[in-house]
Structure formats: C-alpha cells, structure tokens
Nanobody, 124 residues
C-alpha cells in the first residue's frame, strides 16, 4: 500500500505561485508513475500533469502548459507541482495519485493510490 499526502495549497492572487508537494509513505514510489488531478466545485475531476517513474517523461493538460511544472525526488519519496502565473480558473482541490500499470496515465482510472487533496484558491 502507498499512502499519499498533499500539502502546499492555499489562497493566492492571480499571477501568483504555489508549490504543491505529495509525500508518499508505506512503499517507495520510485517504480510508480505519478500524476496530479484537480476538481473544482460542480465539475468532474480532471487530469493536470503526469510524470514517469524516472522523471524523464512528463505530460500536461494544455491549459497548464508553460505555467505548471511537475517533478519528483525519488530519494525523498515526494512529487511536486510548481504552479506559476495562477489564474482564477485554476481554483480547485488538487490530488496526487500513483500508478504502475500504464506509465504516464492521463485517465484517473489507471491510478491505484490517491491522496486526500489540497485546496488551491486563486483570487482575481
């Protein structure tokens, strides 16, 4: 079992930055691809970014390309999401997840383990 805990969310003005962390425990995540998803009130959970087990490959949803950067430190069993130039439409609960079967999944169904989420609110 892998336990995931997100942190780093908060309230920020438009144009600001936040860095989310996803700390894993219970098992090393070095063999897992990882992803970030988000869910705004009244909307479905959507894919944000994914990173391969080695960190060598990444993928982003178009709406965050050039603004968000996903990274990982397997030695610390932690994944990150650096979010710059934040917009009000980025407001959501952000969730990290881990999967092994696909490798760089963009669909939530591939993910085996999920965190509880951290809230990001961007004011205009």
């Amino acid at each position: 079992q892998v336990q995931l805990v997100e942190s780093g969310g908060g309230l920020v003005q438009a144009g600001g930055s936040l860095r989310l962390s996803c700390a894993a425990s219970g098992r090393t995540i070095s063999s897992y691809a990882m992803g970030w998803f988000r869910q705004a009130p009244g909307k479905e959970r959507e894919f944000v970014a994914a990173i391969s087990w080695s960190g060598g490959s990444t993928f982003y949803v178009d709406s965050v390309k050039g603004r968000f950067t996903i990274s990982r430190d397997n030695a610390k069993n932690t994944m990150y999401l650096q979010m710059n130039s934040l917009k009000p439409e980025d407001t959501a609960a952000y969730y990290c997840a881990a999967e092994k079967a696909y490798g760089l999944a963009r669909t939530s169904g591939w993910y085996d383990y999920w965190g509880q989420g951290t809230q990001v609110t961007v004011s205009s």
